[in-house]
């Protein structure tokens, strides 16, 4: 028993673009607020394009380029989110820079943001950071905080 409390490995989730941190709560879509596709954060986005906050595989490059899910090593899938109702824009206003099955690293650019047309053309650029298999996960949040990719932990992930 001890083995296994010593072996269990934190992930930390680093913030995939800059900007100021929301709670899931604040996210103005029930979707994410109840958390029904699983626990995280939001970012209420200043600029910049949206960066791995991990080290994993891609898993998911949503066809309409607003979302990007990747499995860390670990096993944890995270699903970033551009954007509200970004669906209904097709595509336009993103720019996917990686592929299914890619690796990523830390930091490494995986979407490039047009935010302003965005602003003017979807419900909102908050962009929920969901842990989609965090029923399995422990998740320690980070306090509210300013954003800057690749750098600010958002949240501590733990396998239970």
């Known amino acids: 028993m001890l083995s296994r409390l010593f072996n269990k490995r934190k992930l930390q989730i680093l913030a995939p673009v800059k900007g100021d941190m929301l709670s899931l709560e604040q996210v103005p879509d029930p979707v994410f607020s109840e958390k029904m596709m699983g626990d995280g954060v939001a970012i ?8 791995s906050p991990i ?3 891609v898993i998911l490059v949503a066809d309409t380029k607003h979302a ?5 090593n670990d096993g944890t899938e995270i699903l970033i989110h551009v954007g509200l109702e970004t669906v209904s824009l097709q595509g ?3 720019e996917t820079l990686v592929k ?11 979407i490039e943001v047009d935010w302003n047309f965005i602003k003017e053309n979807a419900a909102s650029i908050i962009t929920p950071i969901i842990i989609t298999n965090s029923a399995e996960k422990q998740i320690e949040h980070q306090p509210i905080q300013t954003c800057i990719p690749g750098e600010t932990v958002l949240m501590t992930v733990t396998s239970k």
């Open 44 to 51: 209420m986005p200043e600029d910049g394009g949206i960066h």
């Open 55 to 57: 080290e994993g595989k």
């Open 68 to 72: 990007i899910g990747i499995r860390a």
């Open 92 to 94: 336009k206003g993103f």
């Open 100 to 110: 299914m099955g890619d690796s990523v690293s830390i930091g490494q650019p995986l």
